[in-house]
């Protein structure tokens, strides 16, 4: 969503790399265009001018003039103030004391309210709660049922004691269900109301009597990030006419500009507190200010990416791959398949890799990733058989040739899967002999080379302590040295050598003829 503001700052960024010391015509030069790049993200204008003077006071400070490098001091001055109007620190949800915590959502029509109230208790269902999704939604066509279908994808209870589509009295829906999860034993109660196409006083006075009916712990306000500054004219009458304590960004998936996700909270003074992308239900995650700031200024999201890695491997499956490799056994196609399903609990590759630092400027080949690939490869090693996972070498032509008529794919497809697959699997021999990354020096005492180099050490002291020398790793070194060692000072006689011995052709041409 923010590629059009993050290409405008990284090129503003870039013009003052290499200056040793920035006057206050670059200082000028950078807020102007910073300020036009804000614009052209369709941030609020009141919002743009209060950022803009905020960055040229601090460039012209102290700061920034006995900085030993300006231009990064410029960056950090621009994150820092991205993070202050991006709401500053993480807000959290609050609780109530005595259960159930209610948590009444509103926003206008198609702002994906019912979607974001599945996806938020899936989220709190994985956080160890209870929570119950209630349809004070009974304006809106088939609106009850769609929560319904969400609540059952997401495995949370729904209370819909109306039918909906125009019947039943949404108040009073809201405040039975209070007392049914206080019968049922739910800690979190979500309420679902409805929508408008845009702002009236009949949907303001519905939001207003339920919020007085349940008395919600938190008043979520959900706005799509795709409408422009029209998302902050629609939370300010909002905010006027029934309150809210935090703001829901949805759609964040999207092509638009973002300039809400940079308004609303400067605006309102209400956080973002969560941001939804995409139509899973896992696509759903607390909202971190500085994360944000730092993605939008290219410095990637490294620790949403730990995250999601954390809760998509297994631990009790990395320590058995571990102590595998400890044993000395390979790396499997099994080991591979296993890897690759965890890669796709995090989600797409595209995503991922654009959390890393640096990779806005590879957006345009990240984007043409094709997240079909995992999915081929999944289908051919899935064709494999048992046998054939755990050893690659069985794996002549002909099967070679079934595996890819069982996968859909084709000989060639199966022949590059293997290829990169040795590969891997030669690296991973290197990891677990504690040889490090290709080109990079092994850790000592780690793995099957770390007991290598050290009984190496060993022969050498013991060849110390017996007056003598190693023998050398290389057979034409090794066997000079062995010719060296057996031949007395002035003895020209034939060296004594094992009979079995056969001198290489290069050191043969080097010793007397009647040595060779």
Known sequence: MFATLQDRLAATFKNLRGKGKLTDADIDATAREIRVALLEADVALPVVKDFIEAVRARARGVEVHQALNPAQQIIKIVNDELIEILGGETRRLRFAKNPPSVIMLAGLQGSGKTTLAGKLAHWLRAQGHQPVLVAADLQRPNAVTQLQVVGERA???????????????PVDVAR??????KQKMYDVVIVDTAGRLGIDQALMQQAADIRDAVNPDETLFVVDAMVGQDAVNTAQAFLDGVGFDGVVLTKLDGDARGGAALSVAKVTGRQVMFASAGEKLDEFDTFHPDRMASRILGMGDVLTLIEQAEKAFDKDQAEEMAGKFGRGEDFTFEDFLAQM???????????LLGMLPGMGQMREQIENIDEREIDRVTAIIKSMTPAERRDHKILNGSRRSRIARGSGSTVTDVNGLVERFVEAQKMMRQLAAGGGMPGMPGIPGMGRGGKKSKGKAQARQAAAKKGGKSRSGNPAKRAQQQALAARQP????????????????????????GQR
């Open 341 to 351: 399903e965890s890669v796709r609990k995090m989600g797409s590759m595209s995503k």
């Open 490 to 513: 002035g003895d020209g006689a034939p060296l004594d050598l094992p009979e079995d011995f056969e001198l290489p052709a290069e050191l043969k041409n080097l010793l007397p003829p």
């Open 155 to 169: 495995g949370v209870p729904v209370f819909a004691p109306e039918p909906g589509n125009g019947v039943g009295n």
């Open 176 to 181: 039975r269900a209070i007392e049914h999860a």
